[in-house]
Every structure is written in C-alpha cells, then in structure tokens.
C-alpha cells in the first residue's frame, strides 16, 4: 500500500472523510477514516471525501462511489480511456487536475517511496472539490473543466 504525501493532502483539504485510510497511518488525512477493516465504499460518506482508493479491478467502483458523493477529490492515474473513466469521471466530474510528472507516494510508515507507475490526476466531483483543484497553488499540472456530456462512448 501506497500513501499519498501529506503535501498533496494538506494543498487540497482539509477534508471530512477518507474511506480508503490504511489502518495505521503517519497522519491523518481526513478528519474521519475508514480503513480496510470497514470496508469504506458500503459506508455512508459525509462532508467533502478525499479518496485516494487502491489501484487495480476496483478503482472504478471507487470511482462510482465519488460520482454518486458528488463531493469529493479523487487521486487516480490519469488512464483517460479506461472504462472506470468513462462511466464515472467524464460524465459526472467537475474537474481535473493533471499533475505534471510522476507523483512520489510514501509507504505505511511514513517514508519516502518510490515514483507512480503512470501519471497522476486529481478528480473533483462537486463545486467545493472543484474550488479546492482551482485554488490550488503548489502542485504544477493542468487545470481542466470538465463539461459532462450525455454522449458518453459505451465499452465495447
């Protein structure tokens, strides 16, 4: 498991809930977390979520999950074609925000890890998610509006 830095948590929040939070944490990225042991995607959400969930087979239902919150700011790779990003962020998100470069994250216990496998986004579902992406003033990258279309390309 990979942690996000506490730079990135720190420029986009503060935020109510993380339900993807590891069970033991160097610090805290929400004022509430869910962990593993909760199972933070059946729990009821509240407040503005930061959800940076775990990567593979169930980011996109993640995903889903920030779309129906609709007050959120998900860390995801910026994969644009996948399906996850199709069904959920390009019909439902405010914003994204592509970070310039490779994102390093941190392991469990706070030290430094290596570089992301893929480039990194930052997805805002809602205006006060959105407002956090547009105000952001440390992490270089691009800002982009998103205007949801009902034209969205069905997996084949």
Not at 3 to 32: H, M, Q, Y
Not at 39 to 51: A, E, I, N
Not at 115 to 142: C, F, H, K, M, W
Not at 145 to 155: A, D, E, G, K, T
């Amino acid at each position: 498991m990979w942690l996000t830095t506490p730079e990135i948590i720190s420029t986009s929040g503060p935020f109510d809930l993380d339900p993807c939070a590891p069970v033991k944490r160097p610090w805290a990225t929400a004022a509430n977390h869910f962990t593993i042991e909760d199972d933070g995607l059946s729990k009821k959400w509240q407040g503005l979520v930061w959800c940076n969930p775990p990567y593979g087979p169930k980011t996109g239902d993640w995903l889903a999950r920030c779309a129906e919150h609709n007050n959120c700011l998900a860390l995801v790779f910026a994969r644009t074609d996948t399906q996850a990003f199709q069904k959920s962020v390009w019909p439902f998100a405010k914003s994204l925000f592509l970070i310039a470069g490779r994102l390093s994250f941190c392991h469990v216990n706070g030290d430094p890890g290596g570089s992301a496998g893929a480039p990194s986004g930052l997805i805002a579902y809602g205006e006060l998610a959105d407002q956090r992406v547009r105000q952001n003033q440390t992490i270089a990258g691009q800002y982009i509006q998103n205007f949801p279309s009902n034209l969205v390309r069905r997996s084949q």
